[in-house]
């Protein structure tokens, strides 16, 4: 079974997941108390990629070509996205993909740099959304 859903706005190293593992563990067992005493064998982390607009955005730029912004969907998105591109890439006409015909847009206002500053109130923002749900 995999368990997971645990977005952390921070950078990830062995003490945060393992935080977030702890996280998860206690989640899963709050909706599945017959796990309680079940091992968890593996936990991992890694930075999510979202685009500005949360949409996926496939295309080719200077002769490579890109799938991205999968908002924390990636396990599904990438595996569809991996096939699908690749055909785009052998038929030669990345703009008959369906996700190739959606805008890219920049940060607003240009006040993207390549740092993430704003991620730790992201979370704020939707850890609030949550408390209010």
């Known amino acids: ?57 496939v295309g080719e730029m200077d002769g490579v070509f890109f799938s991205l912004g999968y908002a924390g969907h990636g396990v599904a998105m990438a595996t569809l996205s991996g096939q699908t591109i690749a055909q785009a890439m052998l038929s030669g006409n990345i703009t008959d993909h369906p996700f190739a015909r959606i805008d890219f847009p920049g940060a607003p206002l240009g006040l993207y740099d390549g740092r993430p500053w704003f991620l730790p109130f992201a979370g704020l923002w939707y850890r609030f959304l949550d408390w209010v749900d």
């Open 1 to 57: 079974m995999i368990f997971g859903g645990r977005a952390a706005f921070f950078p990830e190293n062995e003490n945060t997941v393992a935080r977030s593992a702890e996280i998860l563990r206690r989640d899963m067992v709050s909706v599945y108390p017959q796990l309680k005493d079940t091992k968890v064998d593996y936990a991992w982390g890694g930075t999510l990629d979202f685009a500005f607009d949360m949409m996926t955005h």
